[in-house]
Structures are given as structure tokens and as C-alpha cells.
């Protein structure tokens, strides 16, 4: 078998593979007997048709079939000789076929390239630092009895925070519009649930009010026909209700699950739930922020088949996460929609997997189980996630993974500068 190698552009590259008779005519000799034990023709017994009726019939055939097995065999077998990587199936033509069965192919692939880890001394990871205060811990404590907010309703003009029962009819053109009407709508005042300029037009309306609000809807609504549209809501109010903030009481906090019913234990475990989202937060901007510098570091080329096949599973990704939610998974997500983030992804995989290899970084069990507990503590049953877990070689896999990440993520924060930056929880978790 005779290989010669060319290099074309970027990461192309074009195999010349000469395969001998010999490799060839003996394959299909066997074929077309396999196929003779097994044809029917008219005129001839099963197992009995002349051979040379079955060359006419299928002699084709047969040699196409060995040609399939004869190129993939030789292919990587070319490929391992050449010292090659391919990345995704090679395209093949087959050229000069003579009768003997000699034949020669061009396989023309992309190959993986060759990733060096870059010196990172010179970058620099900023790492967020937050701590959590009693003044975001109050903070929370008033979200919690806004989500538990009851309703009395009220007979006294409407303010902000107030809710609404409403009947409304939005007419454009002067006819009402689909999809703009509906009875009994709760609307909270100053939500922004609406469009500009709806809730502000109900401020000061009481039970019975009705009113006419002339509005138009954003240049960038969702809904295109009614995008920069100026319309007309026709609102009758049928009663307005305050919140009515729960106390902080012993019932209150055993509401929330705490046995005890004792305000600090409460505090003490909110606190440390709003710890843990914290830091849970703060690993996801470093590894984000450390993946960024390696992406950067890093200048090479990734292979566009490697890069197609990620985009055509985040494609099916979103298809499935659609479903998921619901939602008719109609849409014909064009594939161009994922190709920056398929090659970022390709080529980040094959940065981590070197840093991997170079470092000789490992994912123990102990450092496994400490992942999962990290995670499980918010659970009811912790235990039990982490014996899930440790037990379940898929969801194990997935979390070895992880932890790899994690010790990418490491070691590169010990190359790099890392400088801090202070930030409140709120401008952190939001």
C-alpha cells in the first residue's frame, strides 16, 4: 500500500492511498460467494446460480462493498502511519480503478491539532470577594414575607404595590387586538408586569373606576405586530387590595421549616444557605473568568467537523430544553446560531484535556465525595445524594468531570496573577 500526504489549508489534509490487487480481488471473490449462497433468481435453485451470472448481477455491488471495507480499513491504518489524527470522517474519492482490482482513493479530513500549554504568568484572573451581612441577611428576611404576602382588600384609591382585579380591552386601529383583553387580571402596581405607562395610569383609581389609557407598545416588543404600535386599554377596576406583611412569629419561621420556630435559628440558617450560594457564585465567575484567559492564551485553529458535531448537539440541546418547558419544539434553529460557542466549547475541551494530560491532574474518590457534599448539604437527606451518587457510575462520571474542571481551575489561578474585587451580595447575585 502506498501513502503520500498533503498538507492543505489550515488544518487540511489529503491522503493518497494506493490499495494493491491483492487487497481487493480476493475480498470480492468472497462476497460475490456469500451473495451466490444467498440470491434468488428465476431459472436457478437457491445456492445453485452460475457464478458468472452472479458477477453480471452483482459484481457492482460486491466491489463497492469491499471498496467500503478496504477504505476504512486502510484509511487509519494510513493515518497511524503518517503519525495523523483525524478529526471526523475523511471525504473520499476513488481514483484509477483497473480491472484487476487495484485501485487508489483521496481521503481529504482535517486533522486534530497538536495543543501546547501556553505560559499564563502574565495574565491576570480577577476573583470576586464577598461577604455576607446582617443587612443582606434583613434583606432576605423581608423577600421571604413578600413571598408570603396576603391580600385585603380595600376600599381607598390604588398606590403602588397595591393589587388590582381589572377587566381590560386593548383596541389599535379601532379594533380590539388579539390577545389584548382579559377579565379578572391581578395586576401588584409598580411590578412593571405591564407596559410602560399601564400601571401608572391605574395610580389613584378605586373599585368601579374605569379608565382609558392611550398608550404605545415598545419599538423592540416581542409580538412584531404590535411593536411601536400606539393603542388604546379600556380598564375597569373591580377592586384593589394591600399586601399584608406575615410577623415574624414562631409560626412564621416554623413555616419556613425551621422546628424550632426560634427567629435567630432561622436567621443562622439563612445565612449560611445565602453563604453557600455565595461561594457557589463566586466559583462560577473564576472558572468563567479562568476559562476566558485560557481561550485566550491559546491561538489555533479547531476543526470545523469537530465544531459542527457540537453545534448539532447544542442544537438538539435546545430542542430538548424547549420541550422541557412545554413549548412546541417547532423552530428550525439555524445551525450558524451555535457555531461561535461550538468552537469556544471545542477548543476550550481540547485546552482543559491538555492541561489534564500535561499535569497528570487526578479526580480521586475523596475528592469526588467532597464535590457532592458541597452540593448535597442543601438537601433534606444529604446522605442519600451522596451515596446516589458514588453509587451511580453515569451521574459518578459526570461529577469526576467536574472535579477535573476544578483542578484545571486550580492549577491555573496558582500560574496567574489574581487580584480581588469587592462586591456587595446584591451586585454579586445580581
Known amino acids: 500500500m502506498q501513502v503520500s500526504v ?22 470480492v471473490e468472497k462476497r460475490l460467494k456469500e451473495i451466490a449462497r444467498q440470491v434468488r433468481i428465476d431459472g436457478f435453485r437457491p445456492g445453485k446460480v452460475p457464478m458468472k451470472v452472479v458477477k453480471q448481477r452483482f459484481g457492482m455491488q460486491a466491489r463497492q462493498e469491499v471498496y467500503g471495507d478496504v477504505i476504512q480499513a486502510t484509511f487509519y491504518e494510513a493515518a497511524v502511519q503518517e ?13 484509477d ?27 491576570e484572573v480577577e476573583k470576586v470577594v464577598t461577604e455576607v451581612s446582617d443587612a443582606d441577611v434583613d434583606a432576605m428576611f423581608d423577600k421571604l414575607k413578600k413571598q408570603r404576602t396576603t391580600w385585603n382588600e380595600v376600599d381607598r384609591a390604588a398606590q403602588n404595590d397595591d393589587k388590582l382585579d381589572i377587566n381590560f380591552k386593548g383596541i389599535m ?28 395610569g391605574l395610580l389613584g383609581a378605586s373599585k368601579g373606576d374605569e379608565r382609558s389609557l392611550e398608550l404605545k407598545f415598545p419599538d423592540e416588543y416581542q409580538a412584531q405586530n404590535l411593536a411601536g404600535k400606539e393603542v388604546t386599554f379600556e380598564v375597569t377596576v373591580n377592586s384593589v387590595s394591600e399586601p399584608v406583611m406575615p410577623e415574624m412569629d414562631e409560626e412564621f419561621v416554623k413555616s419556613l ?22 461561594e457557589q457564585k463566586i466559583q462560577g465567575l473564576t472558572k468563567d473568568s479562568v476559562m476566558d484567559v485560557l481561550v485566550e492564551k491559546h491561538d489555533f485553529d479547531v476543526p470545523a467537523a469537530m465544531v459542527n458535531q457540537e453545534a448539532a448537539r447544542m442544537k438538539e440541546q435546545a430542542v430538548q430544553d424547549m420541550q422541557a418547558r412545554g413549548q412546541a419544539a417547532t423552530v428550525d434553529f439555524p445551525d450558524s446560531i451555535f457555531a461561535d460557542q461550538a468552537a469556544r466549547r471545542v477548543k476550550l475541551g481540547m485546552i482543559v484535556g491538555e492541561v489534564i494530560a500535561a499535569q497528570e491532574l487526578k479526580a480521586d474518590d475523596d475528592k469526588i465525595r467532597e464535590t ?3 452540593f448535597a448539604s442543601s438537601y433534606e437527606s444529604p446522605e442519600e445524594v451522596v451515596e446516589y451518587y458514588m453509587n451511580n457510575p453515569q451521574q459518578k462520571q459526570s461529577l469526576e468531570n467536574l472535579v477535573l474542571e476544578d483542578e484545571v481551575v486550580d492549577w491555573v489561578l496558582g500560574q496567574v496573577k489574581v487580584s480581588e474585587k469587592a462586591q456587595s451580595f446584591d451586585e454579586l447575585m445580581n
Not at 489534509?13 to 490487487?21: G, H, S
Not at 481521503?107 to 504568568?121: G, H, K, N, S
Open 257 to 278: 421549616g425551621v422546628e424550632s420556630g426560634n427567629v435567630d435559628d432561622l436567621r443562622a440558617e439563612v445565612k449560611s444557605n445565602m453563604e453557600r450560594e455565595v
Open 372 to 374: 457532592i457534599e458541597r
Open 83 to 95: 503519525k495523523l489524527n483525524p478529526a471526523g470522517e475523511p471525504s473520499i474519492e476513488i481514483k
Open 97 to 123: 480503478e483497473d480491472a484487476e482490482g487495484a485501485f487508489t482513493y483521496i481521503a481529504t479530513f482535517e486533522v486534530v491539532p497538536v495543543v501546547e500549554v501556553a505560559d499564563l504568568t502574565d495574565a
Open 6 to 27: 498533503e498538507t492543505g489549508e489550515g488544518l487540511e489534509r489529503k491522503l493518497t492511498i494506493e490499495v494493491p490487487a491483492e487487497n481487493v480481488t480476493e475480498k
Open 173 to 200: 386601529d379601532g379594533e380590539a387586538f388579539e390577545g389584548g383583553s382579559a377579565e379578572n387580571a391581578p395586576l401588584v402596581l409598580g411590578s412593571g408586569s405591564m407596559i410602560e405607562g399601564f400601571e401608572a
